[in-house]
RNA sequence: CGGGGUGUAGCUCAGUAUGGUUAGAGUACCUGGUUUGGGACCAGGGGGCCGAAGGUUCGAGUCCUUUCACCCCGACCA
């Protein structure tokens, strides 16, 4: 892509609501715009980065095994009556009626339609297990939006439910699952624990929450500093005082605050903020049971399945990305999330050496295969720079007037050292690097 | 859903207590020129139903009523 063509309409100032990083930073970069409350568009550089994170979850899912739907969005108002949810999910489900004033809901989650999918298709042991899922818009209609891509209405949530004839092949998917996420995460370079946490209101029993660490984290989860214990406080604290005046306390609070009991292992347990972005659950025979989910047993017998249900926050992780990986001056994206690899800057579009080195790299980067922006704008060389360090190009590769001196320079927005190179040299040096 | 706040240029905001020329600044944008290693400078220019509707008044961005939207603090959530 070329820099003088994009749409990216980046900006010196912040809107005034925006108080995260992730918030302040996705908008002024130009990668998102909201359209309204909880609402949010995806500019070029907001999709790419939305799809890069797609690929991975959809990648790591398939090799696990799963087998990807897409469900509609809009569902009818009765499948939720039958369910019991379109009395206890309340307000949160939007309705909306059609011509005929026939009642529908926007999807906040597809529990009801999953199972109904699965029922009467799926009717022997013999065809289980299987395991679905899908990366589709949710839309839940919050009391209160806020932390822009943190919590939206609309959001792009990866939903995965997976069906068994007993209790025990359940909890092996789960525990696949898990191992899954773990993979996930760990692939987009995120700093993430595993917590036990509440089943909360989409019930079941066995229910772990997956947080990214980071300051500005909504949820307060007390983590080992040896194993890999992490728990929501949610689960070990008895009192609700107790829990709202630790979700209260900042994160500097929460550094300095120790706990008394050692953990299982004799670690040292603290606390921290997390940004929950996956959930998984075991939700038992709860959907299945209500909507008359069947499947028939060995014996002949119909038994109610046994589900679980795994939840990822696609759009949210965007947002988590950059809390984890920002400066002062903008966002610094992982490698596997980055909207392109290489920025290739010319310091001055008057120098004709500079545009036509920059050109030719342009070219050679792009048929290698890497995905490269060419920063061909008008601009001077302090605009340009301070606009690459805003967007969180993993690399930006300066040509400017060290090209007098057969000399370009790489900048590496992570540690933010320019090194310089040879003009000969700087393609199979960078090729090295990413 | 309770409590509070804000709607004026693409963006950030003055102006509203006390109604009175043609509604402002910074930034962004356009034109010309000078610049070219850290968000340049000079000159000129375009851009507004002052959120919407109604009302009071000779006169409303400013006062009154209604309404919509957005934000913040709480209770709830990937």
Redesign the pocket.
């Known amino acids: 892509m070329r820099r003088s063509r994009a749409f990216i309409?980046?900006?010196?100032?912040?809107?005034?609501?925006?108080?995260l990083p992730s918030?302040q930073f996705l908008v002024?970069?130009g990668f998102i715009n909201?359209?309204?409350?909880?609402?949010y568009n995806f500019l070029p550089l907001g999709k790419i980065v939305l799809d890069k994170i797609r690929k991975i979850v959809k990648e790591e899912l398939d090799d696990a095994g799963c087998s990807e739907v897409q469900l509609s969005f809009v569902t009818p108002l009765s499948l939720w009556q039958r369910s019991g949810r379109a009395e206890t999910m309340?307000?949160?489900m939007l309705r909306i009626s059609d011509r005929h004033d026939a009642d529908f809901v926007l999807s906040?989650?597809n529990e009801e339609a999953m199972v109904e999918l699965v029922k009467n298709r799926v009717t022997s042991y013999k065809d289980l297990p299987i395991n679905l899922y899908q990366i589709n818009t949710?839309f839940?209609d919050?009391?209160?939006?806020?932390?822009g891509?943190?919590?939206?209405?609309?959001?792009?949530?990866k939903?995965g439910y997976s069906f068994h004839a007993s209790k025990e092949d359940m909890v092996r998917e789960f525990d696949l699952m898990e191992e899954t996420y773990k993979k996930i995460f760990t692939r987009l370079g995120l700093d993430f624990r595993v917590v036990q946490a509440?089943?909360?209101?989409?019930g079941g029993e066995g229910s772990k929450?997956?947080h990214v660490l980071a300051d500005s984290g909504?949820?307060t989860i007390v983590v080992c500093d040896v194993c890999d214990y992490g728990a929501n406080i949610e689960t070990i604290f008895e009192s609700?005082e107790e829990i709202?005046a630790l979700?209260?306390k900042s994160y500097e609070e929460l550094q300095s605050k120790s706990i008394e009991e050692k953990c299982n292992c004799g670690g040292t347990l603290s606390f921290k903020k997390g940004?929950?972005?996956?959930?998984i659950?075991q939700l038992g025979d709860k959907y299945s049971s209500a909507l008359e989910a069947k499947f028939n047993d060995e014996t002949g017998k119909p038994q109610a399945f046994e589900m679980a249900t795994f939840?990822?926050?696609?759009?949210?992780?965007v947002a988590s990305v950059i809390e984890q990986n920002h400066d002062e001056?903008?966002c610094i994206w992982t490698k596997e999330t980055c909207p392109y690899m290489v920025n290739i800057m010319v310091?001055?579009?008057?120098?004709t050496a500079q545009v036509e080195l920059g050109e030719a790299l342009y070219t050679q980067f792009r048929e290698a295969g890497v995905e490269t922006i060419l920063d061909d704008r008008?601009?001077?060389?302090?605009?340009?720079?301070?606009?690459?360090?805003?967007i969180g190009f993993p690399y930006t590769l300066?040509?400017?007037?060290?090209?007098m001196n057969g000399?370009?320079?790489i900048?590496d927005r992570k540690t933010?050292q320019?090194v310089?190179v040879g003009v000969d040299e700087v393609f199979a040096k960078l090729m090295e690097l990413i």
Not at 275 to 279: F, L, Y
Not at 378 to 390: N, P, S, T, V, Y
């Open positions: 309409p980046t900006t010196k100032e912040a809107p005034s609501d925006a108080t918030h002024r970069g909201q359209q309204g409350s909880g609402l309340g307000k949160e906040p989650t949710k839940r919050e009391a209160r939006p806020r932390y891509l943190l919590r939206g209405r609309e959001f792009l949530m939903d509440d089943s909360g209101a989409i929450e997956f909504e949820d609700e709202d979700n209260e940004i929950e972005v996956g959930h659950f939840g990822i926050g696609v759009s949210r992780l001056n903008g310091s001055n579009i008057k120098e008008k601009d001077r060389f302090g605009f340009k720079m301070k606009d690459a360090e805003l300066i040509i400017g007037k060290e090209l000399e370009v320079q900048y933010t320019k310089g």
